[in-house]
């Protein structure tokens, strides 16, 4: 079709009015190229849920064009899909070096990695999947290898640009390649679309650099047991530690399976540079002194679970926390995890610890860019349209201001949500309807059997409990035999309630024996009027509205 | 008793090892003083909670020794379990004007205003309560009339700061009495109990002034309708609101019921004062033009219900948000509220409002000092004895930290949990044991029926959701006549999932067979074995754990 030979859409799925999930479809020629397979967490709504995948049904419909997935870098936002998409879309992955290492953990845990065809790509390389042509340019953020992705069409450069910051003096040396982008620039973007997570901090990010020099401040003037909790896959925040342990004499144990999986695979493939003897076994801590080691840790976040909170707690096989020990919360708080970082915080010093944690010290930085790395973007790749991506609508439209600021007409400015289908010529760019996308959720085993109803009545049962009303009726003439018993849970405490409970049953015995007089005897009128009668008479006495599950029985 | 006599006891009741229901008890002379008296939201393990309150049982103990309630400012977290405690142990209520002012309020709205004595205090004024000679002291904060408490007592003197800010430029005008806390310190200060909402913030807290230039640069540059969401009981707030509103010629309507009341109340005792004929009926809006309007809102923390939220789902039954509108939320998000406010700033920006909101603007500024001010409050008054209050763990901790940092020595800091009894003398201090202290949970009308096991079983149901297994045994011979029936609620989509749930009545009609072939009758056994053969089949096939709930009838 010409139609189709002549235009390229981008289709974005995930990571648009949400944090995580992020992936996008890019549509050219009857091909289909997914950018990123992430993952998110729940917010506080999706009651039991463990995981949030993208809604990918527009993709499955059309898995004959599917050509394969390419992987910006190895965060779980944007790789935690790739077991659940793989299974249903089976294509090539493609990725840096770190990134696929990463990857690779992932499916071997789903047991789907011989089955997976996983392609390597190097920084300036350029590589055909379909009718796109791939290029991956080196980026800055918080886990090597990360990479903004250039797709080259007969229409022009979609440049993508993962997750973004510029660093100028990074840990591994290797420096956002802006000469790349700016070079881009001169040749012509017609797409770009750029993380937006930071809009709303002015300046600029600093240089993870500045943690290091923290770290060899304190390293250097204690003599206490350090322990620092971090996100496991910053390989170069983890580097910049075992510097600064080696530097000052100390060993370096691992706790925490995330950090012991990101470390195991980092230094495997070189990322991650461990001098001399410096690491040692999580069992041999307690052979060492105090000022001879370092103890790193997942649980920055305060994740019950996690080896930090279980070593607070008490509850760790090998560390618990005492009094000497100085702790390093080498993280800030994810925007609704503000209150289990302050819960561990809390306890950590109740055990009598010291704790560090920011504003106090520099014991942290952004693997994302401020408003003035994004402008230098913007300025150096000066696309022809733009589509913010990678944050709520109040980032993706903080980040339109900004580049309207820029000089962006407003019309060039796609401020869409997921499901938008964009349409793109060399001089034209247009919303061309919308396809299905959202949210799927993932609840032990179970992929999407959660949903709306679900969710719903966990969130009336977390609200005020249930109370189970049952009761047995005869076959032959409706009467009841047994019942009704009232049985309830997460309401009242019944010991205390056991008045309460009995008039309840009475309501439940008087509204019933009203309806036997009246000659009801259909189902679903009887549990009407049990509920009716029942949740009136609970409302007035408790202000409380449980749920109300009427169970009838038949002999 | 001589004991008695020569000691004073300060137990803290609330407000220490977490943020709100601030209470304290000080006793002399078998009297007992209350100090404070509030309530604290409810946090996110309490699920379906409305309020938390003080447990006062050791107060109720000694009702006859209690002499009075003294309040320090009318914010909730000072002043919200005061229904509660009076209803319990009646004694007169003493406070400044504005703070007795909102309690009446409340106490109306609970009936019992009527058999309350309420005792106004002025500033600089001393009142004897029982053998407690109490004086109130100007303070800053974010509402006014807000005191420091000094309590004269033979052993010396113990200085409350209450809720405490230092700033110079207030907008009544009336600034905190540096120089009665300095005389304070010169005469002698037994024990200071101070503030520590904000000891990790370095420098000061910039004045509330600031947040008038920013409302007159935002009213002089825009024609579009304002509408302010902020603190209701932010008086100085709403009079910076209505200066800058009477300035650029807007008239001001008011949404929200707290706001309302708020505004009635501090207008009717002076503290506000509306220039003109400024102020209009919510339901007017609609006849003035954009840019003669501001509407004031309760919402600045995104709570659902608010009127905010209401004007931002359309739900409002006379505002409702639209392009043009100018929406600026002049509050920070409570910590834990991160979420809800980013969710209502979304809205509002999806409705084509314009939001200004901090960092972006100088809107808000917080009500509690920074380190330089407790700094200067510690060295203004001196005092033997320092218990740090109003905050968690490691605010407690950071703040004896920084009173160390001044030079007083650690075992004069009392670091300490509610219900600890410090004990005093003229020139010794120690813990002198525990009383009763802890939360007691407000739903809905129940006070304190709600408990472990009640949250207990809302969080296992929020989880998983629940399986009801009825079956209706003969009374003659123990066979099952009816079911087992199986209803789950908040667990899966039934609809989806019918295979699982026949196979799950399937599992437990053969346990149950097995139970009557072996001749098991015993209620709780047969219970017991749904249970657990349910469980591993459910966890088996879905990785979940529903509550089971297995019901039995006879006949």
Known sequence: MTHKTSKIRIIPLGGLNEIGKNMNAIEYRDKILVLDCGMAFPDDEMLGVDMVIPDISYLIKNADKVCGVVITHGHEDHIGSLPYFLKQINVPVYGTKLTLGLISNKLKEHGILKDTTLVEVGFNQRIDIGPFNVEFIRTGHSIPDSAAIAIHTPMGVILHTGDFKIDYTPVDGQVVDLARLAQLGEEGVLVLMADSTNVERPGYTPSEKIVEETFNRIFQSTEKRIIIATFASNVH????????????????????????????????????????????????????????????????????????????????????????????????????????????????????????????????????????????????????????????????????????????????????????????????????????????????????????IVLRDRKHLAQDGLMVVVLTISKENGSIVAGPDIISRGFVYVRESEDLMEEARKIVKDSLATCEKDGVTEWSTLKSVIKDSLRGFLYEKTMRKPMILPIIMEI
């Open 237 to 452: 925040r983890l580097q910049q530690i075992f510097n600064a342990a080696f530097k000052y004499g100390r060993k370096v144990a691992i706790s925490g399976r995330s950090m012991v999986n990101v470390v195991s695979v980092a230094r495997e493939l070189g990322y991650l540079d461990i001098p001399g003897d410096t690491m040692i076994d999580l069992d041999a801590v307690n052979d060492y002194d105090d000022d001879k080691l370092v103890i790193i840790t997942t649980g920055s976040q305060g994740e019950p679970m996690s080896a930090l909170a279980r070593m607070a707690y008490n509850e760790h096989k090998v560390v618990e926390i005492r009094k000497g020990d100085l702790i390093i919360i080498s993280a800030s708080a994810i925007p609704g995890n503000e209150k289990t970082v302050s819960r561990i915080i809390n306890q950590l010093f109740k055990r009598g610890a010291d704790v560090i944690y920011e504003p106090f010290q520099d014991v942290h930085v952004s693997g994302h860019g401020c408003q003035e790395e994004m402008k230098l973007l913007h300025q150096l790749t000066r696309p022809k349209f733009f589509v913010p991506v990678h944050g709520e609508y109040r980032h993706l439209r903080q980040h339109s201001k900004l580049a309207e600021s820029l000089g962006m007409p407003p019309e060039n400015i796609f401020l869409v949500d997921i499901g938008t289908v964009l349409e793109f010529t060399k001089d034209t760019g247009k919303i061309a309807g919308t396809v299905t996308a959202g949210k799927i959720l993932v609840d032990g085993l179970g992929v999407g059997d959660v949903g709306n």
